[in-house]
């Protein structure tokens, strides 16, 4: 098996900001890619939204979207250009309301 370095990111997110989050995790994965050669680049769960959202699930769920989505397309593009792999934990949206995955 081939050697490789993995990264583990572990930030502090701005609860149900997605695109301030998403900022973030672009940032890291560029830090973790350019200053200490990661291949992986590892995020924790819920990442683009916290873990508890403290909203009514209405709400919650509208804040969503599908995978593969903007937040997958977005990090997806970024480690392509990098040639690393990133592990992305983030809420579904569900094919039906506010079922979210």
Known sequence: MKEFIAAA????????DVNYNL???GFW???????HSAELVVFPESITTGFAPGM???EFYDLL????GP????IGALARELKAHVVL???????E???IM
């Open 56 to 58: 009514p699930s209405e």
């Open 9 to 16: 990111v572990q930030i502090a997110v701005k609860p149900n």
């Open 23 to 25: 900022e973030k995790i």
């Open 71 to 74: 937040e997958t397309d977005q």
């Open 89 to 95: 934990p983030i809420y579904e949206k569900g094919k």
């Open 29 to 35: 994965l560029k830090t973790a890619v350019k200053e």
């Open 97 to 99: 309301k506010n079922v």
């Open 65 to 68: 979207n599908y995978i593969p």
